[in-house]
């Protein structure tokens, strides 16, 4: 199936990869959403679990190993083009952590970058509001654990 005007909204996974005061953020390097800062993720591959699709799509697009930890949201991306929808991504959102012996963070695949993004200063970069939506809530998730 077409990932460019699907016959059914596409299942995709991403993370919210937090270590103190900061979270990786990627920037798309294609579309839907070029040029937008958001988590790392991507679409899942038919076998995988949705928590194996996270680590898969965090490794691929940054370079680290993560542990996928509890859901935090389920979002819908969508791009309407006159009366067709072009994109539909229905996305499960992870908190996750960098496990132990990982790599760096680099940008790869389809990121076009790569950044470990402080949360007291993520005016700098272009959320979307669901982007920032969503992070709050995985950081209050964070603190409950």
Known sequence: MSREYPERPIASVAAVVLRGDEVVLVRRGRAPREGIWTFPGGAMEVGETAREACAREV?????LTVHVGPPVEIVDIKEADGGRWRYHYTIVDFLAEVAPGSGPLRADTDAAAAEWA????????????????????AVKLSKGR
Not at 59 to 63: I, K, L, V
Not at 123 to 136: A, C, F, M, Q, S
Request: aromatic residues 4%.
């Open 59 to 63: 490794r691929e697009e940054t370079g």
């Open 118 to 137: 402080r949360l007291d200063a993520l005016d700098g970069y272009h959320l979307d509001p669901e982007t920032r939506r969503v992070l709050d809530l």
